[in-house]
């Protein structure tokens, strides 16, 4: 009975320090890390309300910066959140979540790897589909709108336009790889940026549910697991693609190049 009381008065002690705040937004999606380019894990209706267990600082919403962490495990954007102040309200959380990942990665991968990127990708100065279909522009930027319209630089693309358009895509992409992660993994700047190359080719669901991120999570050795889980990413449209295989064989490449740079989980 002591043991039972102890737990008791625990639980009943965490749950008073997670406040309620109703949510003001109509479906506000809570996601796997502190910004619009994470996963959503579920959704919150106009109303109800949601415990805060820490807040951290993520993409701004509105110009609010803060994401609270609700008792769900998942991060809301503040601003849709009434808590009655324009600031934090509770402790800073540890972590960014998703994988347990730092918020004090690089954002941006270096050169080698933006132009990895673009060498296998291809310039495409106006819209057309790729091999498998799909609409893509500049340097890989898959249309999203009908003839690209999001784009907001005026085609056809320069590759100088079109390597800015690059830019702005790439972050969300080494985002979600970083909010897969978990804080124990260790990589430099070569070896992110050789994964961002790998994640803005198959996409971030993909990676999120890849052997390749269960691997390094378990703490082996980054090297071993991209030289092995790497080449099984060579198809599209069920097909094995020979640009495929040797776009992996250059990401392999770029991962085991050495550098003394590190850019996860902090950027130096």
Sequence with gaps: MKLFSLALFAALSATSFAKSYPVTGNT????????????????????????????????????????????DGCYVAD????????????????????????DSYCKKINTAGVNLVAQWEGFVPSPKPDPIGLPTVGYGH??????CAEVKY?????????????????PKYTACLAGYLNSKV?????QLA???????????????????IKRLNNGESPNTVASQELPN??????????????RRKAEIKLFKT???????????
């Design 28 to 71: 506000v999606n809570c996601r796997s890390g502190p910004g619009t380019s994470y996963g959503v894990k579920k959704s919150y209706q106009k109303g109800q309300s949601v415990s805060i267990s820490c807040q951290t600082s993520g993409s701004s919403v509105s110009g609010n910066k803060i994401w609270d962490k609700t008792s």
């Design 79 to 102: 601003y849709y959140i009434k808590t009655g102040v324009n600031g934090y309200i509770t402790t800073k959380c540890g972590s960014t979540g998703g994988g347990g990942s730092s």
């Design 142 to 147: 898959l249309c999203q709108k009908k003839n």
């Design 154 to 170: 005026k085609f056809p693309l320069s590759q100088t336009t079109a390597k800015q358009l690059l830019s702005d895509d790439l």
């Design 186 to 190: 260790k990589l430099n700047d070569n």
């Design 194 to 212: 050789a994964l961002t190359s790998w994640t803005f080719n198959v996409g971030c669901g993909n990676v999120k549910t890849s052997t390749l």
């Design 233 to 246: 990413w060579r198809k599209a449209g069920g097909q094995v693609m020979q640009g495929l295989v040797n």
């Design 258 to 268: 050495a550098s003394s740079k590190q850019a996860y989980p902090k950027c130096q």
